[in-house]
């Protein structure tokens, strides 16, 4: 169906049906709901009008089934039912993330940006979306980064002024104390500390009780151990009053922290809350003067805040690049949560990048914390940590305007490698080529390549002839593709290879076959077809060598081992493709001798037609009559093929002529002068029919040659009617037998007495007497009707006629023509 039956079907069937049928047709589960239906129709029915249908219909629990744009104006449109906007954002970008991602992302973000321009989307929206941006970035294939910087370059556009920057606020939890603690007891625990204790008894409260006391008697030591009950569960206590927690035990919160840095916590909602609310209730405490001394801030970040680390949310980070750091303080951070990095979740890691690090260094405030005497190698270490492998080269320079990318080669990710590789003008030579892939392991490799490819691939880039020719020389060093499993070869040749093939040289088609050649025949015709695909960019050398290549592979101790039932012509065009079709001498010489048969019988006609018709295919004549010597479909071949070059044509001609001459039975002999040889007689020759070529021809075959050449048309041939009955006198002399040729009683197919009209026809006003005698006795014709009349209408010799006359009432006195 095309679109418009598509939204037919579902504007005159669908939407009426499920209208009429109301609630016999609603579900409570939206996703089945969706799927029984609309099937693949749903993509066509706007959000709103699903949610008429049916008033339980939940998009949020059915974001797999949506089409792209329905996914967008989940984002934008106002849709009843609906959690706030944030969290629908949220849940479209998480569906984005998920597998598979590549297809979600291509189809739904450019979507998102035409609509963008039609509707009135909010500041807070668009802070949400370019904040999942920025996160979607660091997780995507360098491939789709691009994707990613149009979508945002493109939304900028609509975006109000002021409203995205890459500063973050810092949220404020609000807390009221009387609603948090309205129904909580709080007096035992204020008792309990205001008493001589132990400290036995502390975990047996809850943190919302803490919160609700006066906790002016509670140690470090009580508040340490109160954070480990408490930090190390799933209590369901609510932000605010770990707020409220926070900020009563806030005095004695950092002793209480140094006795717990050793600890490993498990994430738990416990402790991500907390955390957040050291960010904007304790760190907020700290003075310009305390966040810019190095010791304090490693008290802090080394020791009191590192089992936390690993599980820092958005919102604490966001929070955390709002602080007054300094360029030495910040990079004391950073040096924090790389201690933390291989406990964290990838996630989590990524997060560090994108809502602290990012943030941070593109304020004005910092600059980028460049300093103009370190090196970018330095720069990079300090400034990124181990959380560089999320960042991008781009990024990179636009930070830090004098970063020296060839500095930091060792410290770059595969990721980033594959992103400067894709650089326009990066890799200008073969040296640069190898100097960078220095730097990528050998177990990485394959990634490294099909990650490149990929990227230029979908960016359109094409690298250099000498920077290609570097990058194939390193796959053929180091990407072992001759132990490679078959499978895993097809991969480089389908999706790796195709980036890196252009311009190739000798040399590497000749690797590229040594490895492809003895494979199984799919990948082997697959390795042709990516050469075949780049051949314009070949040199002729290059061309030469690949026909070359092809053609060993199709000899050898296994000759035409990808053979299968087919054409054989047709499987010579699969295997040569654009390089050069084999000239009739190897098409020929590359039949097996036992196979021949088999392979000749398998060439249609108009296959025979296609290959003489090639330029330069014929480079021996005489080879024309050894195909067709074999070919058993010859007579189609003559009858329906257009003629080849008059030169060609004239030599499959003399291939054929030999054996129609000898042919001895009359259908066959129609066949041959009526239908097969119809467009090939204008091509004879004086060669053709001269005497001692016709001298052994059937009698059949003769009798048919002379009728076709009294209706030829000489005018456009070098021989004439006289040398027609030249080669009819020496055929028919009989020397000294008196029986005539081509008589014979006994044969019915040669018992004719029209001997003069089958044999002679209208070529007998060339007639001698001279000749007449050695026809033998002629008797058994004198009185044949058809030979009379012709002798009646040809203009003969008188002695002729009179001798014909006079042998006629010889043998029989009373004859009369009336």
Same mark, same amino acid.
Request: glycine residues 2%; hydrophobic residues 40%; proline residues 6%.
């Given at each position: 169906?095309?679109?418009?039956?598509?939204?037919?079907?579902?504007?005159?069937?669908?939407?009426?049906?499920?209208?009429?049928?109301?609630?016999?047709?609603?579900?409570?589960?939206?996703?089945?709901?969706?799927?029984?239906?609309?099937?693949?129709?749903?993509?066509?029915?706007?959000?709103?009008?699903?949610?008429?249908?049916?008033?339980?219909?939940?998009?949020?629990?059915?974001?797999?089934?949506?089409?792209?744009?329905?996914?967008?104006?989940?984002?934008?449109?106002?849709?009843?039912?609906?959690?706030?906007?944030?969290?629908?954002?949220?849940?479209?970008?998480?569906?984005?993330?998920?597998?598979?991602?590549?297809?979600?992302?291509?189809?739904?973000?450019?979507?998102?940006?035409?609509?963008?321009?039609?509707?009135?989307?909010?500041?807070?929206?668009?802070?949400?979306?370019?904040?999942?941006?920025?996160?979607?970035?660091?997780?995507?294939?360098?491939?789709?980064?691009?994707?990613?910087?149009?979508?945002?370059?493109?939304?900028?556009?609509?975006?109000?002024?002021?409203?995205?920057?890459?500063?973050?606020?810092?949220?404020?939890? =609000?807390?009221?104390?009387?609603?948090?603690?309205?129904?909580?007891?709080?007096?035992?625990?204020?008792?309990?500390?205001?008493?001589?204790?132990?400290?036995?008894?502390?975990?047996?409260?809850?943190?919302?009780?803490?919160?609700?006391?006066?906790?002016?008697?509670?140690?470090?030591?009580?508040?340490?151990?109160?954070?480990?009950?408490?930090?190390?569960?799933?209590?369901?206590?609510?932000?605010?009053?770990?707020?409220?927690?926070? #900020?009563?035990?806030?005095?004695?919160?950092?002793?209480?922290?140094?006795?717990?840095?050793? %600890?490993?916590?498990?994430?738990?909602?416990?402790?991500?809350?907390?955390?957040?609310?050291?960010?904007?209730?304790?760190?907020?405490?700290?003075?310009?003067?305390?966040?810019?001394?190095?010791?304090?801030? *490693?008290?802090?970040?080394?020791?009191?805040?590192?089992?936390?680390?690993?599980?820092?949310?958005?919102?604490?980070?966001?929070?955390?690049?709002?602080?007054?750091?300094?360029?030495?303080?910040?990079?004391?951070?950073?040096?924090?949560?790389? *201690?933390?990095?291989?406990?964290?979740?990838?996630?989590?890691?990524?997060?560090?990048?994108?809502?602290?690090?990012?943030?941070?260094?593109?304020?004005?405030?910092?600059?980028?914390?460049?300093?103009?005497?370190?090196?970018?190698?330095?720069?990079?270490?300090?400034?990124?940590?181990?959380?560089?492998?999320?960042?991008?080269?781009?990024?990179?320079?636009?930070?830090?305007?004098?970063?020296?990318?060839?500095?930091?080669?060792?410290?770059?990710?595969?990721?980033?490698?594959?992103?400067?590789?894709?650089?326009?003008?990066?890799?200008?030579?073969?040296?640069?080529?190898?100097?960078?892939?220095?730097?990528?392991?050998?177990?990485?490799?394959?990634?490294?390549?099909?990650?490149?490819?990929?990227?230029? #691939?979908?960016?359109?880039?094409?690298?250099?002839?000498?920077?290609?020719?570097?990058?194939?020389?390193?796959?053929?060093?180091?990407?072992?593709?001759?132990?490679?499993?078959?499978?895993?070869?097809?991969?480089?040749?389908?999706?790796?290879?195709?980036?890196?093939?252009?311009?190739?040289?000798? *040399?590497?088609?000749?690797?590229?076959?040594?490895?492809?050649?003895?494979?199984?025949?799919?990948?082997?015709?697959?390795?042709?077809?990516?050469?075949?695909?780049?051949?314009?960019?070949?040199?002729?050398?290059?061309?030469?060598?690949?026909? #070359?290549?092809?053609?060993?592979?199709?000899?050898?101790?296994?000759?035409?081992?990808?053979?299968?039932?087919?054409?054989?012509?047709?499987?010579?065009?699969?295997?040569?493709?654009?390089? #050069?079709? =084999?000239?009739?001498?190897?098409?020929?010489?590359?039949?097996?001798?036992?196979?021949?048969?088999?392979?000749?019988?398998?060439?249609?006609?108009?296959?025979?037609?296609?290959?003489?018709?090639?330029?330069?295919?014929?480079?021996?004549?005489?080879?024309?009559?050894?195909?067709?010597?074999?070919?058993?479909? %010859?007579?189609?071949?003559?009858?329906?093929?257009?003629?080849?070059?008059?030169?060609?044509?004239?030599?499959?001609?003399?291939?054929?002529?030999?054996?129609?001459?000898?042919?001895?039975?009359?259908?066959?002999?129609?066949?041959?002068?009526?239908?097969?040889?119809?467009?090939?007689? =204008?091509?004879?020759?004086?060669?053709?029919?001269?005497?001692?070529?016709?001298?052994?021809?059937?009698?059949?075959?003769?009798?048919?040659?002379?009728?076709?050449?009294?209706?030829?048309?000489?005018?456009?041939?070098?021989?004439?009617?006289?040398?027609?009955?030249?080669?009819?006198?020496?055929?028919?002399?009989?020397?000294?037998?008196?029986?005539?040729?081509?008589?014979?009683?006994?044969? =019915?197919?040669?018992?004719?007495?029209?001997?003069?009209?089958?044999?002679?026809?209208?070529?007998?006003?060339?007639?001698?007497?001279?000749?007449?005698?050695?026809?033998?006795?002629?008797?058994?014709?004198?009185?044949?009707?058809?030979?009379?009349?012709?002798?009646?209408?040809?203009?003969?010799?008188?002695?002729?006629?009179?001798?014909?006359?006079?042998?006629?009432?010889?043998?029989?006195?009373?004859?009369?023509?009336?």
């Amino acid at each position: 169906m095309n679109d418009v039956q598509r939204r037919t079907a579902v504007s005159h069937f669908i939407v009426p049906f499920l209208w009429r049928a109301g609630a016999t047709c609603v579900s409570n589960d939206s996703s089945q709901w969706l799927i029984s239906n609309f099937g693949q129709f749903s993509a066509l029915v706007p959000l709103n009008q699903l949610i008429s249908l049916n008033p339980q219909f939940n998009p949020m629990s059915s974001l797999l089934y949506l089409s792209p744009e329905q996914l967008v104006g989940l984002m934008f449109d106002d849709v009843p039912g609906l959690p706030e906007k944030s969290v629908v954002i949220s849940a479209v970008f998480d569906h984005l993330t998920a597998s598979p991602q590549r297809e979600r992302i291509v189809s739904t973000l450019p979507i998102m940006v035409e609509s963008s321009k039609m509707r009135n989307v909010s500041c807070a929206s668009y802070q949400i979306i370019f904040h999942r941006l920025d996160h979607l970035m660091v997780s995507v294939p360098v491939d789709l980064e691009s994707v990613i910087l149009r979508t945002k370059s493109a939304l900028l556009q609509n975006v109000p002024q002021g409203c995205v920057s890459s500063s973050r606020q810092c949220g404020a939890t =609000p807390v009221n104390e009387t609603t948090v603690c309205g129904s909580t007891n709080s007096s035992v625990v204020s008792a309990y500390l205001g008493s001589s204790h132990d400290g036995g008894r502390l975990c047996e409260f809850s943190i919302t009780q803490y919160a609700c006391a006066q906790l002016t008697d509670l140690s470090s030591q009580d508040l340490a151990t109160v954070l480990s009950c408490g930090l190390d569960g799933n209590d369901n206590v609510s932000e605010e009053t770990w707020k409220l927690f926070t #900020q009563k035990v806030n005095p004695v919160l950092g002793p209480a922290l140094d006795l717990l840095a050793d %600890t490993r916590l498990n994430k738990s909602r416990p402790a991500v809350l907390f955390l957040n609310v050291i960010g904007e209730v304790t760190l907020s405490s700290f003075s310009s003067t305390n966040l810019r001394d190095d010791s304090f801030v *490693q008290r802090w970040f080394d020791s009191r805040l590192r089992p936390f680390l690993p599980h820092a949310s958005e919102t604490f980070l966001s929070c955390l690049s709002t602080r007054d750091f300094s360029c030495d303080t910040y990079r004391s951070v950073v040096r924090s949560f790389s *201690q933390s990095f291989d406990v964290m979740s990838t996630d989590t890691q990524a997060n560090v990048y994108v809502d602290f690090i990012k943030v941070f260094l593109s304020q004005n405030s910092t600059a980028g914390c460049v300093n103009v005497s370190q090196s970018s190698s330095d720069w990079l270490i300090s400034s990124f940590g181990r959380f560089s492998v999320f960042t991008t080269v781009t990024d990179l320079q636009t930070l830090n305007s004098n970063f020296n990318v060839l500095d930091t080669l060792s410290l770059l990710s595969l990721r980033q490698l594959v992103e400067l590789s894709s650089t326009p003008g990066f890799l200008s030579s073969a040296a640069a080529v190898d100097n960078l892939l220095l730097y990528v392991p050998d177990a990485q490799i394959t990634a490294f390549f099909s990650s490149l490819s990929f990227t230029l #691939q979908t960016q359109g880039v094409v690298l250099p002839s000498p920077v290609q020719e570097a990058v194939l020389q390193q796959v053929f060093d180091r990407a072992n593709l001759t132990t490679l499993p078959d499978a895993d070869l097809q991969i480089w040749i389908l999706n790796i290879l195709p980036s890196f093939i252009a311009n190739i040289t000798v *040399q590497h088609v000749t690797s590229y076959f040594s490895i492809v050649q003895q494979r199984p025949c799919p990948i082997s015709q697959q390795a042709v077809q990516l050469l075949n695909s780049s051949s314009s960019t070949f040199q002729p050398e290059t061309q030469d060598q690949i026909y #070359q290549l092809i053609l060993g592979s199709l000899t050898g101790p296994a000759p035409l081992r990808c053979y299968g039932n087919q054409s054989y012509y047709a499987f010579l065009s699969s295997s040569f493709m654009s390089f #050069q079709f =084999p000239n009739l001498t190897t098409f020929l010489s590359l039949m097996p001798p036992a196979r021949v048969p088999e392979l000749m019988e398998s060439v249609s006609p108009a296959e025979v037609s296609s290959l003489l018709n090639r330029p330069n295919a014929v480079d021996d004549v005489t080879q024309i009559c050894q195909l067709f010597r074999n070919y058993p479909k %010859t007579p189609q071949y003559l009858q329906t093929e257009p003629l080849l070059p008059v030169g060609l044509a004239r030599q499959v001609l003399s291939c054929v002529w030999p054996q129609v001459l000898k042919v001895d039975v009359q259908s066959e002999v129609n066949q041959w002068f009526d239908h097969r040889l119809v467009q090939y007689l =204008p091509l004879l020759t004086s060669q053709f029919i001269a005497p001692d070529v016709m001298l052994n021809t059937s009698c059949l075959s003769f009798k048919k040659f002379v009728s076709a050449m009294a209706t030829y048309n000489y005018t456009a041939v070098e021989f004439s009617q006289s040398d027609i009955y030249n080669t009819i006198l020496v055929y028919l002399n009989t020397s000294s037998d008196s029986t005539p040729k081509c008589y014979n009683t006994s044969n =019915p197919d040669l018992s004719s007495t029209a001997w003069f009209a089958d044999y002679i026809s209208d070529f007998l006003s060339f007639v001698t007497l001279d000749d007449l005698l050695q026809f033998g006795s002629i008797q058994p014709f004198l009185v044949n009707l058809e030979n009379l009349q012709l002798f009646g209408q040809t203009s003969v010799p008188d002695e002729v006629l009179e001798y014909y006359v006079s042998l006629l009432f010889e043998m029989n006195p009373s004859f009369s023509a009336y």
